[in-house]
Protein backbone atom coordinates (compact mmCIF):
# COMPACT_ATOMS: atom_id res chain seq x y z
CA UNK A 1 0.00 0.00 0.00
CA UNK A 2 1.22 3.62 -0.89
CA UNK A 3 0.42 6.31 1.38
CA UNK A 4 0.68 9.82 -0.68
CA UNK A 5 0.01 11.89 2.22
CA UNK A 6 3.21 13.01 3.69
CA UNK A 7 4.83 12.99 0.33
CA UNK A 8 6.88 16.27 -0.67
CA UNK A 9 6.70 17.61 -4.21
CA UNK A 10 9.41 16.46 -5.41
CA UNK A 11 8.51 13.23 -3.81
CA UNK A 12 5.65 13.41 -5.78
CA UNK A 13 7.50 13.87 -8.80
CA UNK A 14 9.61 11.12 -8.60
CA UNK A 15 6.87 8.65 -7.79
CA UNK A 16 4.85 10.01 -11.05
CA UNK A 17 7.90 9.17 -13.18
CA UNK A 18 8.08 5.73 -11.05
CA UNK A 19 4.98 4.98 -12.34
CA UNK A 20 5.50 5.78 -15.87
CA UNK A 21 4.03 9.23 -16.17
CA UNK A 22 5.22 12.94 -16.93
CA UNK A 23 6.57 14.18 -13.23
CA UNK A 24 3.75 17.26 -13.48
CA UNK A 25 1.35 14.65 -12.86
CA UNK A 26 3.15 14.51 -9.24
CA UNK A 27 2.94 18.21 -8.86
CA UNK A 28 -0.82 17.70 -9.76
CA UNK A 29 -1.87 15.46 -6.99
CA UNK A 30 0.43 17.41 -4.86
CA UNK A 31 -2.04 20.46 -5.48
CA UNK A 32 -5.03 18.06 -4.81
CA UNK A 33 -3.98 16.54 -1.89
CA UNK A 34 -2.76 19.36 0.10
CA UNK A 35 -4.63 22.04 -1.86
CA UNK A 36 -7.67 21.17 -2.52
CA UNK A 37 -7.92 18.29 -0.16
CA UNK A 38 -9.12 15.68 -2.07
CA UNK A 39 -9.25 12.13 -0.07
CA UNK A 40 -9.89 9.75 -3.29
CA UNK A 41 -6.95 9.61 -6.25
CA UNK A 42 -10.76 8.90 -8.15
CA UNK A 43 -11.26 12.79 -7.72
CA UNK A 44 -8.47 14.01 -9.13
CA UNK A 45 -10.44 14.96 -12.54
CA UNK A 46 -7.08 16.30 -14.02
CA UNK A 47 -5.26 13.36 -14.14
CA UNK A 48 -5.65 10.71 -16.99
CA UNK A 49 -8.68 8.40 -16.37
CA UNK A 50 -6.69 5.21 -17.41
CA UNK A 51 -3.85 5.99 -14.59
CA UNK A 52 -6.44 7.05 -12.35
CA UNK A 53 -8.18 3.70 -12.57
CA UNK A 54 -5.26 1.70 -12.32
CA UNK A 55 -4.07 3.24 -9.31
CA UNK A 56 -5.07 0.06 -7.51
CA UNK A 57 -3.08 -0.19 -3.72
CA UNK A 58 -2.00 3.73 -3.58
CA UNK A 59 -4.68 6.11 -1.08
CA UNK A 60 -4.09 9.84 -0.32
CA UNK A 61 -4.43 8.57 3.47
CA UNK A 62 -6.92 10.24 5.06
CA UNK A 63 -9.57 9.42 7.80
CA UNK A 64 -12.98 9.08 8.01
CA UNK A 65 -14.99 11.93 10.74
CA UNK A 66 -17.40 9.82 12.93
CA UNK A 67 -18.66 12.73 14.67
CA UNK A 68 -18.56 16.15 15.27
CA UNK A 69 -19.22 18.63 18.23
CA UNK A 70 -19.51 22.70 18.07
CA UNK A 71 -19.00 24.28 20.94
CA UNK A 72 -21.00 27.91 21.78
CA UNK A 73 -17.63 29.83 20.99
CA UNK A 74 -17.10 28.06 17.72
CA UNK A 75 -14.42 25.28 19.10
CA UNK A 76 -15.57 22.25 17.13
CA UNK A 77 -14.21 18.69 17.80
CA UNK A 78 -13.99 15.93 15.36
CA UNK A 79 -13.92 12.39 16.36
CA UNK A 80 -11.65 10.40 13.24
CA UNK A 81 -12.12 7.15 12.34
CA UNK A 82 -8.55 5.33 10.74
CA UNK A 83 -7.95 2.95 8.43
CA UNK A 84 -8.00 0.25 11.00
CA UNK A 85 -11.19 1.04 12.62
CA UNK A 86 -9.26 3.14 15.57
CA UNK A 87 -11.14 6.28 16.71
CA UNK A 88 -8.88 9.08 18.24
CA UNK A 89 -9.99 13.12 18.53
CA UNK A 90 -8.87 16.27 17.09
CA UNK A 91 -9.57 20.07 17.86
CA UNK A 92 -10.45 23.01 15.72
CA UNK A 93 -10.01 26.83 17.87
CA UNK A 94 -10.89 29.39 15.91
CA UNK A 95 -10.42 33.20 16.78
CA UNK A 96 -10.40 36.39 14.84
CA UNK A 97 -6.88 35.76 13.66
CA UNK A 98 -6.46 31.75 14.25
CA UNK A 99 -7.44 28.53 13.35
CA UNK A 100 -5.53 26.40 15.98
CA UNK A 101 -5.86 22.60 15.84
CA UNK A 102 -4.69 20.50 18.37
CA UNK A 103 -3.56 17.10 17.35
CA UNK A 104 -3.77 13.34 18.71
CA UNK A 105 -0.08 11.49 18.57
CA UNK A 106 -0.46 8.21 19.94
CA UNK A 107 -4.26 6.43 19.82
CA UNK A 108 -4.11 6.40 24.15
CA UNK A 109 -1.26 6.68 25.90
CA UNK A 110 1.21 4.98 27.75
CA UNK A 111 1.62 7.98 30.53
CA UNK A 112 -1.20 7.09 32.81
CA UNK A 113 -1.03 10.79 33.99
CA UNK A 114 -4.23 9.81 36.98
CA UNK A 115 -5.47 13.45 36.10
CA UNK A 116 -6.18 12.78 32.22
CA UNK A 117 -8.56 10.81 30.50
CA UNK A 118 -6.29 9.69 27.59
CA UNK A 119 -3.87 8.26 30.30
CA UNK A 120 -6.99 6.33 32.06
CA UNK A 121 -7.82 4.39 28.49
CA UNK A 122 -4.52 3.01 27.59
CA UNK A 123 -2.32 2.75 24.47
CA UNK A 124 -2.80 1.06 21.46
CA UNK A 125 -0.39 2.34 19.07
CA UNK A 126 1.31 5.27 17.70
CA UNK A 127 -0.06 7.17 15.00
CA UNK A 128 1.38 7.25 11.37
CA UNK A 129 2.62 10.55 9.69
CA UNK A 130 -0.15 10.72 7.22
CA UNK A 131 -2.71 10.10 10.16
CA UNK A 132 -1.07 13.19 11.87
CA UNK A 133 -1.15 15.71 8.79
CA UNK A 134 -4.70 14.15 8.26
CA UNK A 135 -5.97 15.64 11.42
CA UNK A 136 -5.18 19.39 10.32
CA UNK A 137 -6.67 18.99 6.23
CA UNK A 138 -9.65 17.60 8.30
CA UNK A 139 -10.08 20.55 10.44
CA UNK A 140 -9.15 22.91 7.62
CA UNK A 141 -11.64 21.73 5.45
CA UNK A 142 -14.85 21.01 8.46
CA UNK A 143 -14.15 24.76 9.39
CA UNK A 144 -13.31 26.52 5.67
CA UNK A 145 -10.80 28.26 6.83
CA UNK A 146 -6.97 27.72 6.72
CA UNK A 147 -5.30 26.50 9.89
CA UNK A 148 -2.60 29.05 10.89
CA UNK A 149 -1.18 27.47 14.33
CA UNK A 150 -0.94 23.91 15.42
CA UNK A 151 -0.38 22.36 19.03
CA UNK A 152 0.55 18.66 19.42
CA UNK A 153 -1.82 18.43 22.46
CA UNK A 154 -4.31 16.37 21.59
CA UNK A 155 -4.33 12.29 22.56
CA UNK A 156 -0.69 10.98 23.12
CA UNK A 157 2.85 11.42 24.00
CA UNK A 158 4.69 13.24 21.10
CA UNK A 159 7.79 12.71 22.18
CA UNK A 160 7.08 8.80 22.03
CA UNK A 161 6.28 8.95 18.02
CA UNK A 162 8.63 11.74 17.25
CA UNK A 163 9.89 10.23 14.47
CA UNK A 164 5.98 10.41 12.74
CA UNK A 165 5.67 13.85 14.50
CA UNK A 166 8.92 15.07 13.05
CA UNK A 167 7.68 13.81 9.02
CA UNK A 168 4.38 15.77 10.03
CA UNK A 169 6.11 19.04 10.94
CA UNK A 170 8.13 19.13 8.08
CA UNK A 171 5.09 18.06 5.82
CA UNK A 172 2.75 20.45 7.67
CA UNK A 173 5.22 23.22 7.28
CA UNK A 174 6.25 22.58 3.51
CA UNK A 175 3.12 21.21 1.99
CA UNK A 176 0.57 22.47 3.68
CA UNK A 177 2.04 26.30 4.96
CA UNK A 178 1.71 26.21 8.27
CA UNK A 179 5.00 28.19 10.13
CA UNK A 180 6.94 26.02 12.50
CA UNK A 181 7.06 29.00 15.06
CA UNK A 182 3.30 28.41 15.42
CA UNK A 183 3.91 25.23 16.24
CA UNK A 184 3.82 23.72 19.76
CA UNK A 185 5.20 20.25 21.03
CA UNK A 186 3.69 19.42 24.27
CA UNK A 187 5.51 16.42 26.32
CA UNK A 188 5.22 14.97 29.70
CA UNK A 189 9.06 14.53 29.35
CA UNK A 190 11.14 11.19 28.12
CA UNK A 191 14.52 10.70 29.38
CA UNK A 192 16.62 11.53 25.97
CA UNK A 193 14.49 12.67 23.77
CA UNK A 194 14.28 16.35 24.74
CA UNK A 195 18.04 16.45 24.12
CA UNK A 196 17.12 14.63 20.59
CA UNK A 197 14.89 17.56 19.84
CA UNK A 198 17.10 19.87 20.62
CA UNK A 199 19.46 18.94 18.04
CA UNK A 200 16.84 19.12 14.99
CA UNK A 201 17.30 22.64 15.01
CA UNK A 202 13.71 23.33 14.47
CA UNK A 203 11.35 26.27 15.02
CA UNK A 204 8.66 25.63 16.97
CA UNK A 205 7.72 25.79 21.03
CA UNK A 206 8.39 23.10 23.48
CA UNK A 207 5.94 22.91 26.38
CA UNK A 208 6.82 20.77 28.82
CA UNK A 209 4.03 19.59 31.46
CA UNK A 210 5.60 19.70 34.82
CA UNK A 211 2.21 19.84 37.45
CA UNK A 212 3.64 19.65 40.05
CA UNK A 213 7.66 21.06 42.29
CA UNK A 214 8.70 18.18 43.66
CA UNK A 215 9.72 14.42 42.47
CA UNK A 216 7.28 13.09 45.14
CA UNK A 217 4.72 14.77 44.19
CA UNK A 218 5.11 14.87 40.64
CA UNK A 219 5.32 10.55 40.55
CA UNK A 220 1.96 10.18 42.34
CA UNK A 221 0.10 12.39 39.71
CA UNK A 222 2.22 11.13 36.83
CA UNK A 223 2.84 7.55 37.38
CA UNK A 224 5.78 7.20 33.79
CA UNK A 225 7.82 9.92 36.07
CA UNK A 226 9.50 7.22 38.07
CA UNK A 227 11.43 7.10 35.16
CA UNK A 228 12.44 10.51 34.86
CA UNK A 229 14.12 12.73 37.83
CA UNK A 230 12.39 16.06 37.81
CA UNK A 231 16.04 17.63 38.79
CA UNK A 232 16.98 15.81 35.61
CA UNK A 233 14.00 17.12 33.44
CA UNK A 234 14.57 20.73 34.68
CA UNK A 235 18.38 20.13 33.53
CA UNK A 236 17.19 19.01 30.21
CA UNK A 237 15.21 21.82 29.69
CA UNK A 238 17.80 24.19 30.77
CA UNK A 239 20.16 22.52 28.25
CA UNK A 240 17.44 23.07 25.55
CA UNK A 241 17.42 26.61 25.84
CA UNK A 242 20.98 26.72 25.84
CA UNK A 243 21.28 24.86 22.45
CA UNK A 244 18.27 26.28 20.67
CA UNK A 245 18.11 29.69 22.20
CA UNK A 246 13.84 29.17 22.58
CA UNK A 247 12.15 29.50 26.01
CA UNK A 248 10.61 26.95 27.13
CA UNK A 249 7.36 26.92 28.42
CA UNK A 250 5.85 24.75 31.28
CA UNK A 251 2.62 23.45 31.89
CA UNK A 252 1.08 23.17 35.37
CA UNK A 253 -2.33 21.60 35.84
CA UNK A 254 -3.90 23.32 38.95
CA UNK A 255 -5.35 20.15 41.06
CA UNK A 256 -7.42 21.54 43.74
CA UNK A 257 -5.95 20.88 47.69
CA UNK A 258 -2.87 18.33 45.64
CA UNK A 259 -0.58 21.21 43.74
CA UNK A 260 -2.58 24.56 44.25
CA UNK A 261 -1.02 25.38 47.92
CA UNK A 262 1.49 28.19 48.56
CA UNK A 263 4.32 26.41 49.05
CA UNK A 264 3.66 24.39 45.80
CA UNK A 265 4.05 27.65 43.70
CA UNK A 266 7.14 28.73 45.71
CA UNK A 267 8.90 25.92 44.73
CA UNK A 268 7.80 26.02 41.61
CA UNK A 269 9.09 29.47 41.11
CA UNK A 270 12.90 28.20 42.47
CA UNK A 271 12.30 25.67 39.62
CA UNK A 272 11.87 27.22 36.65
CA UNK A 273 13.65 30.80 37.90
CA UNK A 274 16.96 31.48 36.24
CA UNK A 275 16.27 30.59 32.85
CA UNK A 276 13.67 31.83 29.70
CA UNK A 277 11.03 29.98 30.77
CA UNK A 278 7.21 30.62 30.85
CA UNK A 279 4.46 28.93 33.01
CA UNK A 280 1.11 28.20 31.86
CA UNK A 281 -1.42 27.53 34.84
CA UNK A 282 -4.39 25.20 33.57
CA UNK A 283 -7.81 24.95 36.16
CA UNK A 284 -7.95 21.09 35.71
CA UNK A 285 -10.95 20.33 33.77
CA UNK A 286 -13.04 17.36 35.39
CA UNK A 287 -13.22 14.21 33.90
CA UNK A 288 -15.57 12.06 35.65
CA UNK A 289 -13.56 9.23 36.46
CA UNK A 290 -10.37 11.17 38.42
CA UNK A 291 -10.48 12.05 42.00
CA UNK A 292 -9.59 15.52 41.43
CA UNK A 293 -11.11 18.90 42.03
CA UNK A 294 -11.22 21.98 39.85
CA UNK A 295 -9.49 24.70 42.51
CA UNK A 296 -11.64 27.85 42.54
CA UNK A 297 -11.00 31.09 40.78
CA UNK A 298 -9.53 32.82 43.43
CA UNK A 299 -7.51 30.21 44.01
CA UNK A 300 -5.75 30.38 40.74
CA UNK A 301 -5.37 34.01 41.12
CA UNK A 302 -3.41 33.31 44.30
CA UNK A 303 -1.06 30.85 43.17
CA UNK A 304 -0.81 33.19 39.70
CA UNK A 305 0.20 35.86 41.98
CA UNK A 306 2.52 34.31 43.98
CA UNK A 307 4.83 33.58 40.95
CA UNK A 308 4.00 36.71 39.72
CA UNK A 309 5.75 38.02 42.98
CA UNK A 310 8.88 35.74 42.71
CA UNK A 311 9.53 37.24 38.95
CA UNK A 312 8.06 33.76 36.98
CA UNK A 313 6.78 34.94 33.61
CA UNK A 314 2.75 33.26 34.25
CA UNK A 315 -0.36 32.99 32.20
CA UNK A 316 -3.74 31.17 32.71
CA UNK A 317 -5.51 29.31 30.81
CA UNK A 318 -9.02 31.09 30.01
CA UNK A 319 -11.34 27.89 29.52
CA UNK A 320 -14.14 28.69 26.80
CA UNK A 321 -16.32 25.97 25.04
CA UNK A 322 -16.16 23.95 27.91
CA UNK A 323 -20.11 23.68 28.14
CA UNK A 324 -20.92 23.12 25.01
CA UNK A 325 -17.74 19.94 25.12
CA UNK A 326 -18.86 18.09 27.71
CA UNK A 327 -18.42 14.96 25.99
CA UNK A 328 -14.96 15.40 25.24
CA UNK A 329 -12.51 13.42 27.73
CA UNK A 330 -9.57 15.13 27.00
CA UNK A 331 -8.98 17.23 24.32
CA UNK A 332 -11.16 20.09 26.13
CA UNK A 333 -8.57 21.06 28.99
CA UNK A 334 -6.15 22.32 26.85
CA UNK A 335 -6.43 24.12 23.75
CA UNK A 336 -7.55 27.62 25.30
CA UNK A 337 -4.72 29.54 25.90
CA UNK A 338 -3.27 29.10 22.65
CA UNK A 339 -6.48 31.35 21.68
CA UNK A 340 -5.35 34.57 21.07
CA UNK A 341 -6.13 36.50 24.32
N1 LIG B 1 1.13 14.01 26.38
C1 LIG B 1 1.46 15.39 26.21
C2 LIG B 1 0.50 16.12 25.29
C3 LIG B 1 -0.95 15.81 25.45
S1 LIG B 1 -1.67 16.27 26.99
C4 LIG B 1 1.55 16.07 27.56
O1 LIG B 1 1.13 15.50 28.56
O2 LIG B 1 2.07 17.18 27.61
C5 LIG B 1 -1.65 18.04 26.86
C6 LIG B 1 -1.91 18.79 28.15
O3 LIG B 1 -3.24 18.59 28.64
C7 LIG B 1 -0.99 18.38 29.27
O4 LIG B 1 -0.37 19.50 29.83
C8 LIG B 1 -1.94 17.74 30.24
O5 LIG B 1 -1.48 17.81 31.54
C9 LIG B 1 -3.22 18.48 30.04
N2 LIG B 1 -4.39 17.78 30.59
C10 LIG B 1 -4.70 16.49 30.48
N3 LIG B 1 -5.84 16.21 31.14
C11 LIG B 1 -6.28 17.36 31.68
C12 LIG B 1 -7.41 17.74 32.47
N4 LIG B 1 -8.33 16.86 32.83
N5 LIG B 1 -7.53 19.03 32.86
C13 LIG B 1 -6.61 19.95 32.47
N6 LIG B 1 -5.51 19.66 31.72
C14 LIG B 1 -5.34 18.39 31.33
FE1 LIG C 1 -0.46 11.04 28.14
FE2 LIG C 1 -0.28 13.71 28.22
FE3 LIG C 1 -2.49 12.43 29.11
FE4 LIG C 1 -0.24 12.26 30.50
S1 LIG C 1 -1.43 14.12 30.09
S2 LIG C 1 -1.60 10.55 30.00
S3 LIG C 1 1.28 12.22 28.88
S4 LIG C 1 -1.75 12.48 27.03
Known amino acids: MTILLGKSRSELMAWAVQMGQPAFRGKQVHEWIYGKGVSQLEEISVLPKQWRENLQGVKVGRSQVLHQVRAGDGT ?18 PTNKRLTVCVSTQVGCPMGCRFCATGKGGWQR ?14 QQQMQRRVTHLVFMGMGEPLLNLESVLGAIQSLHQDVGISQRHMTISTVGIPQKIAQLATYDLQVTLAVSLHAPTQELRRRLIPAAD ?19 RRVSFEYTLLAGVNDTRECALRLAQLVRGFQSHVNLIPYNPIGVADFQRPTVRAVAQFRQILEQEKVAVSVRRTRGLEADAACGQLRGRYQEFREN
Not at 128 to 136: K, L, M, T
Not at 227 to 245: A, E, F, H, M, N
Open 76 to 93: EKFLLQLEDGKIIETVGI
Open 227 to 245: RYPLDRLISDCQDYVTKTG
Open 126 to 139: NLAEHEIIDQVLTV
